[in-house]
């Protein structure tokens, strides 16, 4: 089963994509997850995507293209995977449509989690993440213990990108480059529409019962 997670900054995409990868074993790939480790480590990428990200602008086309095909080249992903934060734009849609093609594969499913200006708001400017990807939030997804994290022990941060000022460049980037991946992928007829508004559980309940249909058809 290869499936993309697709929802404005903040509409829980990462959160959901955890609990799909315990599940249903699948591959979690995050962009954002990559690429700030490689600002981490100082690599040529994270040098050169640095000063977009903590803008909150999007990474040229061409970096993202080149990562992701490296990474779906990788052995993990040839029993499915799962995409979070890819494609962001029509181009990277096209250039992802044009990796599988040559391998063989397709997307089976756009999980497009929908959730209000007002709550993402609200979510981005709470959230905590870990170096380990997993993200929680100071009122609606507390970890255990204050500023660690549950999964690793790692110690919590706020990301640059997730102060005011970032925020609403986000969610502006986000109507004009990535919105317009909802109707690509409608007219594709695999796009599946999931309301974020709603807990955390109650979310991925209505995720499993999307993909029961797809892993159905996966062990067939
Ligand atoms: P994304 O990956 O789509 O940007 P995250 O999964 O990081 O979003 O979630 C953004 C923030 O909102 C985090 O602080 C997270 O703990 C919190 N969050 C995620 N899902 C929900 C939910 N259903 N209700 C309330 N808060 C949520
Ligand atoms: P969020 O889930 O909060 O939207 P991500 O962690 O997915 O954030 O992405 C953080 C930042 O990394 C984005 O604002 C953008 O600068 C960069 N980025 C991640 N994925 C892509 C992509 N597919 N194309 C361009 N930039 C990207
Ligand atoms: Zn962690």
Redesign the pocket.
Known sequence: MNIILL?P???????QAKKIQEYYSLPHISTGDILRENINNNTGLGIKAKSYMSRGELVPDELLITLIKDRLSKKDCDEGFML?GYPRTIPQADALQMILTESGKKIDAVLNISVDDNELIK??S??RMCKCGA???VL??SPEKEDVCDACKGKLYQREDDKPEAISNRLNVYKKQTQPLIDYYDKKKILRTID?S???SQ?FEEIKKVLEEYDKKDTK
Do not use: E
């Open positions: 929802g900054p903040g509409a829980g995409k990462g959160t979070d979510r981005l709470g959230r993200s929680f939030h609606f997804n974020g709603k807990d955390i979310i």
